[in-house]
């Protein structure tokens, strides 16, 4: 028996499953699927890797937004000449992000005006670019502002520290 | 975690206290990364009490690397090379000092 799906209906379960790029991308990929012939697996295997892109990129977006990193202080704008050449080359592996894994602490001394803050929010950047849940915060704090309100989910409780509501 | 500018300010006990149990809940679970211009041997500034703060920064350095930014300000030299406007060339000998 042949079983018709209404389109809108099959949107809206899709959307339930919460798969948004199966939802944008169903219906044109398979007018490309009917006109080239694809073999119903690869339908399928198109629409599935363009879902896992897709979040990836929006993971990624969501960490950027919730990271509150200065914008303009990315590793494309740090003068890494300006560096001391023993932070210079450390610089890479940091930002590649497998201290994270160690749980090891980046701390950054020095006067102020050598470029802590932007080396520091650099290398938050990269991480971000990598999946990882950064936040920045700046720490010249009153009781108001700390813990901060905007602190990752993921942060907060994988720390088991709980930030007090307000 | 990153903390920017630790030990700007004068911070009042219940704030170290949160500060202390911050860095002790991520001890070895979570990175932390610290940017400050307060040496460690000045850190009693921070958590008053002399014991808090060895605690603190046992723990801290434990598993750490520590990026030390030593040279000119940076901030400054940009200041300066505004000032002087763009028709000068920043001197060939800045580039290659260590």
């Known amino acids: 028996m042949k079983?018709?799906?209404p389109a809108e209906s099959l949107a809206m379960r899709l959307r339930l499953l919460k798969r948004p790029s199966f939802v944008a991308a169903h219906e044109e990929l398979a007018r490309q699927a009917e006109r080239d012939g694809w073999p119903h697996?690869?339908?399928l295997g198109r629409l599935v890797e363009r879902e896992i892109t897709e979040r990836s990129q929006r993971r990624i977006e969501r960490l950027r937004k919730g990271a509150g990193l200065p914008e303009d202080k990315t590793r494309g704008a740090l003068k890494v000449e300006k560096l001391?050449?023993?932070?210079?080359?450390q610089v890479p592996a940091l930002c590649e992000g497998s201290f994270l894994h160690?749980?090891?602490?980046?701390l950054a001394f020095g006067l102020p005006g050598r470029g802590k803050t932007h080396?520091?929010?650099?290398?938050?950047?990269?991480?971000v670019h990598r999946g990882y849940a950064v936040l920045f915060t700046r720490t010249g704090w009153s009781s108001a502002c700390w813990p901060p309100s905007e602190s990752s989910p993921s942060i907060a409780s994988s720390s088991g520290w709980t930030p007090t509501t307000r | 975690m990153i903390l920017d500018d630790l030990g700007y300010g004068q911070q009042d006990r219940e704030e170290m206290e949160v500060l202390f149990?911050?860095?002790?809940e991520r001890y070895e679970r979570r990175s932390v990364m610290i940017t400050s211009n307060v040496v460690f041997s000045q850190w009693d500034q921070i958590f008053k009490n002399p014991l808090t703060t060895m605690a603190a920064i046992d723990r801290l350095v434990h598993?750490?690397?520590i990026l030390e930014l030593v040279g000119?300000?940076?901030r400054e030299e940009e200041a300066k090379a505004a000032r002087r406007g763009h028709r000068d060339e920043p001197p060939a000998a800045a580039e290659t000092m260590a």
């Open chain 1, 84 to 89: 001391p050449p023993k932070v210079r080359r």
């Open chain 2, 72 to 74: 000119p300000s940076v």
């Open chain 2, 63 to 65: 598993h750490a690397i």
């Open chain 1, 41 to 43: 697996i690869e339908y």
């Open chain 1, 102 to 106: 160690r749980a090891e602490n980046v």
């Open chain 1, 3 to 5: 079983r018709q799906e």
């Open chain 2, 21 to 24: 149990s911050f860095l002790s």
């Open chain 1, 119 to 127: 080396l520091m929010a650099a290398i938050g950047h990269e991480l």
